[in-house]
């Protein structure tokens, strides 16, 4: 069997069990299926016809073709590739093709990018759209988490846990954290996201510290900088 691609990419070169591989005439799925008898609007419309290029099914997991027993929210999840025409991932396409489907999806996102020296190179991004914690009772919120563009030959994906619960937080934190642990993963993305915020508080003060003339003024400065160095110290985050 020929398994589906995107560009050169495929389930077998991410590094997925061949088992979960669709077949190459199998993988092709029309972008109109995806907006054709759906309300939609304009602009997004728009950049399904001119941002991506194709949407091919590259890998289907499931409990019986990865060894792993099946999870308690998970039972499959898909690994869908979208060939792109723009410079970054188009995040809206990623989050609405995720809401139409149930199950979990990773995206790679490949694109073939210029490079100085008049050739071309093939690179891929990892998508996916996840929940944010809630409250009991309060409306389901999601986000959507972008990896880095990297070379074909560097985008791998590690299938790891006990059932797919476990493989769904791993494949994931790897997408999100650049880490196969998908233990306490939601904690983690929001000490990333904490410490994210506080690294740009640092700059602004630190900046507006160096600007301030009045001695009041530096002073109250100061100690916001300080403390805001403080907290990043504590969570490891600056030396």
């Known amino acids: 069997m020929t398994a589906a691609s995107c560009g050169t990419l495929t389930a077998l070169t991410l590094g997925l069990p061949a088992g979960t591989a669709i077949a190459e005439e199998k993988g092709t799925l029309p972008k109109q299926m995806f907006y054709a008898k759906r309300p939609i609007s304009s602009k997004l419309k728009q950049r399904?016809?001119?941002?991506?290029?194709?949407?091919?099914?590259?890998?289907?997991?499931?409990?019986?073709?990865?060894?792993?027993?099946?999870?308690?929210?998970?039972h499959e999840i898909l690994l869908m590739g979208l060939k792109v025409s723009c410079e970054e991932v188009p995040v809206e396409l990623v989050d609405y093709i995720s809401h139409m489907r149930n199950c979990g999806i990773i995206f790679v996102c490949c694109r073939t990018r210029a490079t100085e020296e008049g050739g071309r190179v093939e690179e891929c991004a990892l998508a996916v759209r996840r929940p944010l914690p809630t409250k009991p009772g309060y409306e389901k919120r999601f986000r959507v988490y972008?990896?880095?563009?990297r070379p074909?030959?560097?985008?791998t994906l590690e299938l790891k846990g006990q059932n797919m619960d476990e493989a769904w937080d791993s494949l994931n934190a790897q997408v999100i954290?650049?880490?196969?642990?998908?233990a306490d993963l939601?904690?983690?993305i929001a000490r990333r996201s904490e410490i994210a915020g506080l690294?740009?508080?640092?700059?602004k003060l630190a900046k507006d510290h160096s600007r301030a003339k009045d001695p009041a003024q530096?002073?109250?400065i100061y100690s916001k900088l300080h403390k805001v160095r403080n907290q990043l110290r504590q969570m490891g985050a600056l030396d």
């Not at 954290?177 to 998908?182: E, M, N, R």
């Not at 690294?199 to 700059?203: D, G, I, N, P, R």
């Open 199 to 203: 690294v740009v508080q640092e700059a």
């Open 48 to 74: 399904f016809t001119n941002d991506l290029e194709s949407v091919t099914m590259l890998a289907l997991l499931r409990a019986a073709n990865t060894g792993l027993a099946d999870g308690a929210a998970t």
């Open 152 to 155: 074909v030959a560097q985008t």
């Open 186 to 188: 939601d904690a983690r």
């Open 218 to 220: 530096r002073n109250e």
């Open 146 to 149: 972008v990896g880095p563009w």
């Open 177 to 182: 954290l650049d880490s196969s642990d998908g």
